[in-house]
């Protein structure tokens, strides 16, 4: 054995050690199994309410956006409204999870590696198989939920061999400043000025001038700061006291939001908001954050009622039907997200068919590329049918596939799916 090799090994060793301090071993008692049992209730609850969003885009007859509050309806604004909660809670809870696994105890340099490849494996799916599914366009040049996160996690590579307190540190520094990015603008970076795109913007950028562009949805800041908040998020469910931590923390984020908005503090451009002569629009006004790129005060919406929703569910039974099947959701989310695009495009393009609708457009682009064709779409009360036959659907196979993964634990290839 080599000097290099004994210096390599032990400087792994106490890297590992250093670590090891801060990290909570959860007990494998059936009380312990039920408090982590809340975020797989909460990631699932989550997926059920992205179907909503999803449909809804897929099936609208609405030629204007949801939080468009000049022709909006109370009905159409909090359809979106209410999905907003999703994306902050995958983000979240994929940082959670990380956490946990090194809890369950998976070495440092196991999760690591697991992170960083998960992530680029989310970021090619995101380009290839899911854009396909969202417009039948491929590659599709598109920086999405899935592309976001997982450049999310391979920088959650790095982050996590640091202490626990430089984690928390990072994401509460990138979640609290990210609105100052703002000022910064892209064209300031000359011929990179699409790499700050990615880092916070929003738009489209070209990786070839006028020939090959790329649109970004979803940039990395601050996502990647509420991945970090998620990892320390993880070491607060092995305290005995968990749920009383958490739930203040949720309080507290929901309570500062709620006196920044009312107030006009720390607000960004688009955010501002006036009594208006009904409460309905009022309300909405003054729930309207900007979410592209997320603004402080949209993280603080959603993630202050969301920790809330955790510590909640830690009281739930497990033992319930309900909050099996929803479990059920929250075990495979990636399958699922995968997998209920392209039913939901499949849907829509056969009722298409079916009312003598245009289908076609569906197939060339859709509603990502391209105008809504007129005529086509349907009312709320048919999305909402058409979102639970599709949350239906999705139910059996995705305790099928569940189940294949349970019954094939070293299948390694299956913790990408």
């Not at 970090?228 to 984020?253: C, N, T």
Request: contains cysteine.
């Amino acid at each position: 054995m080599t000097t290099q090799t004994v210096e390599n090994g032990t400087w792994l060793r106490d890297a590992e050690r250093t670590h090891a301090a801060a990290v909570w071993q959860l007990s494998r008692s059936a009380a312990d199994r039920s408090r982590l049992a809340c975020v797989d209730l909460l990631r699932g609850a989550a997926m059920i309410l992205m179907a909503l969003d999803h449909t809804r885009d897929f099936f609208t007859d609405s030629r204007f956006a949801p939080e468009d509050l000049a022709r909006t309806t109370g009905a159409l604004f909090f359809t979106r409204w209410i999905t907003h909660f999703c994306a902050p809670i995958f983000f979240l809870l994929a940082g959670t999870g990380a956490y946990l696994a090194l809890s369950r105890g998976k070495s440092l340099p196991e999760v690591s590696k697991f992170l960083w490849t998960r992530g680029l494996w989310l970021v090619f799916l995101d380009m290839t198989v899911v854009g396909f599914g969202w417009t039948s366009i491929f590659p599709f040049l598109f920086g999405g939920v899935l592309w976001s996160l997982g450049w999310s996690m391979v920088a959650m590579a790095a982050l996590i061999r640091l202490p626990l307190r430089l984690i928390g540190t990072f994401g509460a520094a990138v979640v609290l400043t990210s609105d100052l990015l703002d000022r910064v603008n892209p064209a300031f970076f000359g011929k990179f000025a699409g790499l700050w795109v990615i880092v916070h913007g929003h738009g489209v950028f070209w990786i070839e001038p006028n020939k090959i562009p790329f649109f970004v949805l979803w940039p990395l800041v601050p996502w990647v700061g509420v991945m970090a908040l998620g990892y320390v998020l993880g070491s607060l469910l092995g305290r005995s006291d968990w749920r009383r931590i958490i739930f203040g923390i949720g309080a507290a984020m929901t309570a500062t939001f709620f006196f920044l908005r009312f107030f006009h503090l720390f607000g960004v451009a688009g955010e501002q908001w006036q009594v208006q002569p009904s409460a309905t629009v009022t309300i909405m006004w003054f729930l309207d954050m900007r979410k592209y790129p997320a603004s402080l005060r949209f993280l603080l919406m959603t993630l202050g009622p969301s920790l809330m929703t955790l510590a909640w569910l830690g009281k739930i039974s497990t033992k319930h039907r309900l909050t099996k099947i929803v479990a059920v959701f929250g075990q495979v989310p990636l399958f699922y997200y995968v997998i209920h695009i392209y039913v939901i495009r499949t849907l829509a393009v056969y009722t298409a068919m079916l009312f003598k609708q245009k289908a076609a457009w569906l197939l060339y682009g859709g509603f990502m590329v391209q105008p809504r064709p007129v005529g086509y779409g349907h009312s709320l009360p048919f999305i909402y049918g058409m979102w639970f036959a599709v949350v239906l659907f999705m139910y059996p196979l995705c305790k099928g596939f569940l189940k294949i993964k349970q019954q094939h634990p070293n299948w390694w290839w299956l913790r990408y799916l």
